[in-house]
């Protein structure tokens, strides 16, 4: 019976997400020790309020920003450092349409579906000029994507014509809000929506297959009939769209477009939630769910820094040390060296099990 009870065990702690789950639990729980009712859920108008339902609400970008992020470097074996210009974009093409081109307005000018059309056509559209770069011109997805992630937000200030654009409606700011008997902020059900729809889409259909097999090797790919470049282009489109959406979300949030502000830094964010969810960054398996789990480990840290009265410019100088930390435990190396412990101390019970008998 204990040999079946340690099998399980085994069985577990070797599965892929363990490890991301386990660093999820240790920093959810470090909470504790400076806010004790950090697991104190209260409702109010049939809508959740607490700390854990702030850490779920603010993920929600990260959230589908990881998933696209996920996506791309499966196939690609690179990173797109460029989603969170994108972001800016959408959020600046969607808020320019609805205001009209004012600077601030109290009623739409345009219709809302017009205006989120838009947005997500110019992010997706990004996602093609990356994809372009890195599928047909073999650049470097880290080089290609650099363009916009150094240009994106002056083209958002561009479309904004360098100002902050408020669109004060309530039909707009409410998808970022929470409505009365919802439980949730609507966040929240776009970053559920987005994960459940890629998710079903990638089981439904061979397109999970052939990302980790153009990841794998995209030479090898293109020898079993896989159109290795199309696949690498609808990757880094729905990257792109991925962040439009994100940028929708974040710019109703703020009810206004601020390109300097709306995606800052979170391209890297999402990059590291898609390295703590164990997926590997050269490219080949991946798990969308080990990446959705990695981005709310990073909210969850960054609310824990937060509560520690850590200041917003030293917030990345903590977050880098747990980070190397957690990666650290994650990685290849030191799970090879952690299994050949346990292959030493296996021989060695063994040795002394044998010494016994004889």
């Given at each position: 019976m204990s040999e079946q009870?340690?099998f ?7 599965h892929h997400?363990?490890?991301p789950?386990?660093c999820?639990?240790v ?5 504790l ?5 950090f697991f104190a859920?209260s409702?109010r108008d049939g ?6 339902i ?6 929600s970008?990260?959230v589908?920003?990881?998933v696209g ?12 450092i460029?989603?969170g210009?994108v972001?800016?974009?959408?959020a600046?093409?969607?808020c320019?349409i609805?205001s009209?081109?004012q600077?601030s307005v109290d009623?739409f000018?345009n ?10 056509a110019?992010?997706?559209?990004c996602?093609a000029f990356n994809g372009y770069?890195v599928?047909?011109l073999h650049?470097?997805?880290m080089?290609?994507t650099?363009i916009l992630?150094?240009a994106g937000?002056?083209?958002?200030q561009?479309v904004?014509?360098?100002q ?6 309530g039909a707009?700011?409410?998808?970022g809000?929470?409505?009365?008997h919802m439980?949730?902020p609507?966040?929240?059900f ?9 998710s ?9 297959l052939?990302?980790?097999s ?7 790919s293109?020898?079993v ?11 880094y489109?729905i ?6 959406i994100?940028g ?14 709306i ?7 999402a990059?590291?939630a898609?390295?703590?969810g164990?997926?590997?960054l ?6 969308i ?5 990695g981005?709310y480990?990073i909210?969850?840290l960054t ?6 009265n850590?200041?917003?410019d ?5 977050k ?5 930390i957690?990666v ?7 799970q090879k ?7 030493k101390r296996?021989?060695?019970r063994g ?6 008998v004889?």
């Open positions: 009870k340690k399980h065990w085994s069985s577990i702690t070797r997400l363990f490890l789950i386990m999820l639990i920093v959810l729980l470090s909470n020790i400076k806010t004790p009712d859920i409702m809508v959740l309020y607490g700390y854990i702030d850490v779920i609400n603010r993920a970008e990260l589908i920003l990881a992020m996920t996506l791309v470097t499966a196939a690609s074996g690179g990173q797109d460029s989603v210009a972001m800016a974009v959408a600046a093409v969607c320019q609805l009209g081109g600077t009623a000018q219709p809302l579906i017009l205006g989120v059309l838009a947005a997500l110019a992010a997706a559209l996602g770069l599928a047909h650049i470097q997805p080089v290609a650099l992630y150094t937000r002056g083209i958002a561009l904004t014509g360098g902050i654009t408020y669109v004060r409606v707009y700011s409410m998808w809000g929470a409505l009365p439980l949730f609507l966040p929240v776009f970053a559920v929506a987005v994960v459940l729809i890629v079903l889409i990638l089981k439904k259909s061979a397109l999970g052939y990302i980790e153009v990841g794998i090797n995209s030479s090898s293109r020898l009939g896989l159109n290795a470049k199309r696949i690498k282009m609808i990757t489109i990257c792109g769209l991925l962040a439009g994100a929708f979300v974040a710019s109703s949030r703020i009810y206004s477009a601020d390109a300097n502000n995606g800052l830094n979170l391209e890297m964010d990059i590291l898609v390295a703590l164990g997926n590997i050269s490219g080949g398996k991946f798990s769910a080990g990446s959705v789990i981005a480990t909210q969850a609310t824990t820094l937060y509560a520690m850590v200041s917003s030293q917030l990345p100088v903590y880098a040390i747990v980070v190397v957690i650290t435990l994650q990685s290849p190396v030191f060296f952690i299994n050949n412990q346990r292959a296996a021989v060695k040795q002394t099990n044998g010494g016994a004889v």
